[in-house]
């Protein structure tokens, strides 16, 4: 049994593979032959986004792998804009229409806050339980399977806990070695809530720092290779992406064990706090 066997149960119930391929910056035209090739390579679990204006292709991708829909996990985000209930419910029906897979296995709120205002402090309270109370009818009429967040402090997931009649069951976080957010992982496993971690590879920023060039040279793997372990030794769930069949292949190639020193060695990393070009980007930007 390899990673892309493995799976971690959610709080509700439903299974979902322990290894995710993403789909962030890949144009919808090339996506369904990316996930495609993802599906050839094993992955069963397919991240999207409405912001990432390609759901169209990776509903393409999945319905052309030949596999049942049953079979390969799907999830999407509502966009960090929608911050009232009418505008959320029409956002999730566009999403079933681009993909047109039937249905969505995990669907988030994309941030607490719009992209433009991203950690400038209004948590947008009351504007998350609207975008909520849209996601828990989508549950409740059989469209979406089980629902959560992304970039979420414990004070919006708080929010959401207090006032919820469906729990959510991910958070989904940028996580990876040298920016690790261990209070908001203790967090997530006192309420039982999975964390996804996004840009496990840094968005390729630490692909050169020597302590993990070196400690990957030991184990026989690359960088990249390493990073996505250490997410896996953590108990995320790491969303890899790539775009070469080669790299798409790599990436799940983590059936290794980095050793509790080691472990603790990477734990040490200093936080990144320049992401070069990536900086551009508001998650990558430490505000």
């Known amino acids: 049994m390899t990673v892309l066997d493995e799976a971690y149960t959610l709080s509700n119930g439903v299974t979902i593979p322990k290894l995710g391929f993403g789909t962030w910056l890949i144009d919808d035209d090339k996506a ?7 599906i050839a390579c094993g992955y069963r679990y397919i991240d999207t986004a409405q912001a990432y204006e390609n ?12 596999l049942k829909r049953e079979d390969v996990f799907v999830s999407t985000k509502v966009r960090a804009e929608h911050k009232d209930y009418q505008s959320a419910k ?6 079933l229409t681009r993909l047109d897979i039937g249905y969505i296995d995990l669907l988030l709120i994309h941030a607490p806050e719009p992209w433009s205002h991203f950690h400038e402090g ?23 399977r089980a629902i959560g967040v992304s970039n979420f402090e414990d004070v919006d997931l708080d ?29 997530a496993q006192k309420h039982d ?23 990957a040279e030991r ?17 995320t769930l790491p969303l890899p992406k790539a775009s070469s069949e080669e ?25 990144v706090i320049d992401y070069g070009r990536s900086s551009a980007f508001p998650v990558f930007s430490g505000r």
């Open 32 to 38: 369904g032959q990316a996930v495609e090739t993802a």
């Open 55 to 66: 759901e169209r292709g990776v509903g393409q991708g999945v319905r052309d792998s030949g």
């Open 90 to 95: 029409e956002s999730i029906e566009a999403s």
């Open 122 to 144: 209004d948590h947008c309270l009351e504007g998350n339980l609207e975008a909520w109370k849209a996601m828990e009818e989508a549950v409740e009429d059989g469209k979406v």
């Open 159 to 187: 929010n959401i806990l207090d006032h919820c009649t469906v729990k959510p069951v991910v958070n989904q976080l940028l996580t990876h070695i040298g920016n690790t957010r261990f209070d908001l992982l203790d967090y």
């Open 193 to 215: 809530i999975l964390v996804e971690a996004y840009s496990p590879i840094a968005h390729g920023e630490m692909a050169g720092d020597p302590t993990i060039t070196g400690m």
């Open 219 to 235: 184990y026989g793997v690359s960088a990249a290779q390493l990073m996505i372990r250490y997410c896996l030794q953590i108990g």
């Open 247 to 271: 790299h798409i292949r790599a990436n799940a190639d983590v059936d290794f064990v980095i050793s509790e020193a080691d472990m603790l060695t990477l734990h040490q990393i200093p936080k």
